[in-house]
């Protein structure tokens, strides 16, 4: 019963490649989120959709596209990975309105060597 | 005027003690403030958040101090215990948004 979950947890690849990172929510979330942490756990946000529209888009390399095929998930694919794109990568939902907080999946750890 | 600014960025504190993180801010568009506690290996967890109309929340052992005026909030952690051991990071929200601005993290031990 996890209520934000990503896959995979581990992601190791070559340079070039393209992968994607999936996510999932059960909470009945309208609001999900991709995060990016750095090798300093600094976190930072790359996208936020609201059921299924993108409402955030900070500034992030188009080789990153995320799709929200329904509410319940967000899922994150990356073109032509570079050894820069090696981070921890969180997927995190939130409710509509009110105490927003949101809630962050465990993580996937990406490698590009 | 997106940052938050989040110190000390390590912390070492006697089993018992108080820890004490601080954060700061300059956009007076934020509204919500939590703070978020990440194991190793693990997502950052919500502890405690607070609204800029309160100056202080309570939950347990820990407590956010909020100063609307110095555009400052702060997390302490009474009774600090090992398993208090992580890392902390304090965040705010752009009112109207979903976006929320992370500080840099605190890296607290808690010595046994």
């Known amino acids: 019963d996890t209520a934000v979950s990503q896959t995979p947890k581990y992601l190791v690849t070559q340079m070039g490649n393209d992968k994607s990172i999936k996510c999932e929510q059960n909470?009945?979330?309208?609001?999900m989120y991709w995060y990016k942490q750095d090798s300093k756990k600094f976190l930072k946000i790359m996208f936020s959709?609201?059921?299924?529209?993108?409402?955030i888009n900070e500034t992030v390399p188009n080789r990153f596209s995320p799709k929200s095929p329904d509410k319940a998930h967000l899922n994150l694919h990356i073109n032509s990975l570079e050894l820069g794109d090696s981070a921890v990568y969180f997927c995190?939902?939130?409710?509509?309105?009110?105490?927003?907080?949101?809630?962050f999946g465990q993580g996937t750890r990406l490698t590009v060597v | 005027q997106q940052q938050v600014k989040q110190s000390p960025q390590s912390l070492i504190v006697q089993k018992g003690g108080i820890s004490i993180i601080n954060c700061a801010y300059e956009?007076?568009?934020?509204?919500?403030f939590p703070w978020y506690q990440q194991f190793p290996g693990k997502g950052p967890a919500l502890l405690i958040a607070?609204?800029?109309?309160?100056s202080e929340k309570k939950e347990g052992r820990f407590t956010i101090s909020f100063n609307k005026s110095a555009k400052q909030f702060s997390l302490h952690i009474m009774d600090s215990q090992p398993g208090d051991s992580a890392t902390y990071f304090c965040?705010?929200?752009?009112?109207?948004?979903?976006?929320?601005?992370f500080g840099t993290g605190t890296r607290l031990k808690v010595l046994a």
């Open positions: 965040a705010a929200r752009t009112s109207g948004t979903y976006k929320y601005i």
């Open positions: 607070i609204r800029p109309d309160v």
């Open positions: 956009n007076t568009a934020f509204d919500y």
């Open positions: 959709y609201n059921n299924k529209e993108l409402i």
């Open positions: 995190a939902s939130s409710p509509f309105g009110g105490n927003t907080e949101a809630f």
């Open positions: 909470l009945g979330h309208d609001t």
